[in-house]
């Protein structure tokens, strides 16, 4: 799986620098750059889903990361279909911000749930209180760099939640993985920062999109996208490597003489 993963991301990564040589940005090519990348969580989704059928104990947070992976596999299909055949280059708000919102909400109960049952952090009042602090500070530097770039427009009330609602998860994603991180047992630090480096780019990705779609510059496939490749990518080695975080229990379906190396991810 690891190299299915990597060789994906050098494709989707030179696929990107190709289209830049097109006369037009505005092709079938173009449009299929959404299906490519998003490929990646599928691929995400097939390995989460496998853990879930072979790994009892882990089974809730396997399906939290698999069908958030799946929902964001749908939301580069669904953005493909208005590209292609409804003919809307950027469908905001559309059909896939539904998918999009899933994925975040999704991966934000399976962290939680790692977080818990793993590295047993208790949620207190004074954690959750630094979380949405640090999620707060996160939030508003993001928005406030989108507010100095992108011009002031009148906008529905659909259009202004969606706005705001990326910026959030996407400064919780990162707030919830640099909490896991930052706890006492740091043996899983290595193992998470997959998860840390794909949200932080994620965020990146989001907040270049918003300019750039500001701006009547962004077209698919370019550098932004490749950017969600490369987060895609990241989130999907975490999930490869997830079962080496939650330990032995996730092994149980394993013969009893294979030597088994927590620092390898398991062959799915």
């Known amino acids: 799986m690891k190299k299915i993963l990597f060789l994906l991301l050098i494709f989707n990564l030179l696929f990107s620098v190709y289209l830049y040589q097109l006369p037009t940005h505005i092709s079938t090519l173009n449009y299929l750059y959404n299906l490519s ?14 853990l879930t059928a072979i790994c009892k ?35 905001f708000p559309g059909l896939p911000d539904i998918f999009f919102i899933s994925f975040y909400v999704l991966v934000a109960i399976g962290g939680i749930l790692v977080m818990k049952q793993e590295i047993e952090i208790k949620f207190n009042w004074s954690l959750i209180l630094e979380i949405l602090s640090l999620t707060a500070v996160i939030f508003l530097l ?13 906008s529905s009330l659909l259009v202004s939640i969606l706005s705001y609602s990326y910026p959030f998860f996407d400064s919780l994603l990162v707030v919830l993985t640099l909490t896991a991180i930052r706890s006492k047992k740091g043996s899983v630090q290595p193992l998470l920062l997959y998860f840390m480096l794909s949200f932080i780019i994620l965020a990146v990705a989001d907040t270049m999109f918003t300019y750039q779609t500001a701006q009547g510059l962004y077209w698919n496939g370019n550098y932004v996208d490749a950017l969600f490749a490369i987060g895609a990518y990241l989130f999907a080695m975490g999930i490869v490597y997830l079962p080496n975080l939650l330990h032995t229990n996730d092994f149980s379906f394993r013969p009893k003489e294979q030597n088994l190396s927590y620092n390898q991810p398991i062959s799915l």
């Open 37 to 50: 990348y998003g490929f990646t969580f599928v691929l995400a989704a097939v390995s989460s889903f496998k």
């Open 142 to 154: 993001i928005n406030s760099f989108i507010a100095s770039v992108a011009p002031q427009t009148s």
């Open 57 to 91: 104990v882990h089974r809730s947070i396997h399906l939290s990361l698999g069908l958030g992976s799946l929902a964001f596999a749908f939301a580069q299909i669904s953005w493909f279909v208005y590209n292609y055949f409804l003919q809307n280059e950027i469908p």
